[in-house]
């Protein structure tokens, strides 16, 4: 017989964001995508590569579970985290949640995930879970990866278990909501400053527009750091544009939340910001792009061109950070 929780199933463009609005409508708030991500200061960038890496890798939020902190903190959310190395504890924990009447997030490995349409190892997906079976799990995971979706018990033990990059160890986490919530608009400000404070001030070259002035100056040279730009290059548009980034590298959405912010507040600098990350939005989709095609044609014209583009979105996203920094209360 399975326990079922009575939820809005509806999938999102981000994992995480797509958790957090389930849990937060089983808890009577609803928020747009946007303004999720963007109350949890969810935007960044990282530009990553070593000598264990088969490809450079573009990163633009914030890393894995941040962002839930973040939007708790800043909402006056209970956040209810649960971690072990115990699979039985694990399940327990879960399960004792759902049979409560509460849906569940879960940090897991996507890979092990029946319905997953690409099988690769990502450690830091995550999805919502209202329900389950002698057999089956019962998730909510993005609208791409197909909403409301079921997966085996044995494949979500695996996922949960698993280990590498991004992953934890059997993350679970709850949310509820105190009496009186402070209200979202009264938190746009600190949220916008602070995620503009971090990209602006990063702690090493690899992060906020720095990481961008980086990728700018290797993007060129890709062609020579791979056996395989026909798959590694390809690769990187489709996780910019298709891999729950909600296409740009996340800044569709950020954009998107800045246009929700004006029109609840009377800022300049929200106006600015959100014109300036309108443009960096269209530019990120031009890189992507060119990387694609670099990768079927082999032209490193193509790369050149690219990096010429990042330059540019460097310092369209300083400026609009900057204008954001400048918001106050």
């Known amino acids: 017989m399975a326990t079922m929780i009575d939820i809005d199933a509806r999938g999102a463009l981000h994992c995480e964001t797509t958790t957090l609005g389930v849990l937060l409508r ?13 109350l949890g200061s969810g935007l960044s960038f990282l530009y990553w590569d070593g000598k264990n890496m088969d490809f450079p890798f573009l990163g633009g939020r914030v890393k894995p579970f941040e962002l839930t902190r973040n939007l708790a903190a800043g909402l006056g959310l209970e956040l209810r985290v649960r971690e072990t190395t115990s699979p039985r504890r694990a399940w327990d924990d879960v399960s004792a949640s759902v049979d409560a009447g509460h849906p569940v997030g879960l940090q897991l490995d996507s890979y092990h995930l029946d319905y997953f349409g690409t099988k690769a ?12 079976d002698d057999h089956t799990a019962y998730l909510v995971d993005t609208e791409q990866q197909g909403g409301a979706v079921s997966t085996g018990l044995a494949g979500l033990a695996r996922a949960r278990a698993a280990r590498g990059p991004m992953t934890a160890r059997h993350r679970s986490f709850t949310l509820a909501a105190p009496a009186d919530p402070p209200s979202p608009r009264d938190r746009i400000v600190p949220a916008v400053t602070a995620c503009a404070d971090a990209f602006l001030h990063p702690p090493i070259a690899n992060l906020g527009h720095r990481g961008i002035e980086k990728a700018a100056k290797l993007l060129p040279t890709w062609l020579r750091r791979t056996d395989a730009p026909e798959r590694d290059l390809p690769r990187t548009t489709l996780l910019m544009e298709k891999a729950g980034t909600g296409g740009a ?12 912010c004006a029109g609840l507040l009377d800022s300049g600098h929200l ?8 443009e960096a939005a269209t530019l990120w989709t031009e890189v992507a792009a060119l990387i694609g095609k670099a990768g079927e044609t082999g032209e490193e014209r193509l790369l050149v061109r690219a990096g010429a583009v990042l330059g540019d979105i460097a310092r369209v996203e300083r400026e609009a950070m900057r204008a954001l920094s400048r918001l106050e209360a």
């Open 26 to 38: 089983h808890r009577g708030i609803d928020l747009s995508e946007p303004m999720l991500f963007g």
């Open 271 to 278: 106006r600015t910001g959100h014109a300036l990350y309108a």
């Open 121 to 132: 190892h990502f450690g830091g997906h995550i999805v919502a879970l209202y329900g389950y």
């Open 249 to 260: 590298l996340f800044r569709n959405l950020y954009r998107d939340f800045l246009a929700e």
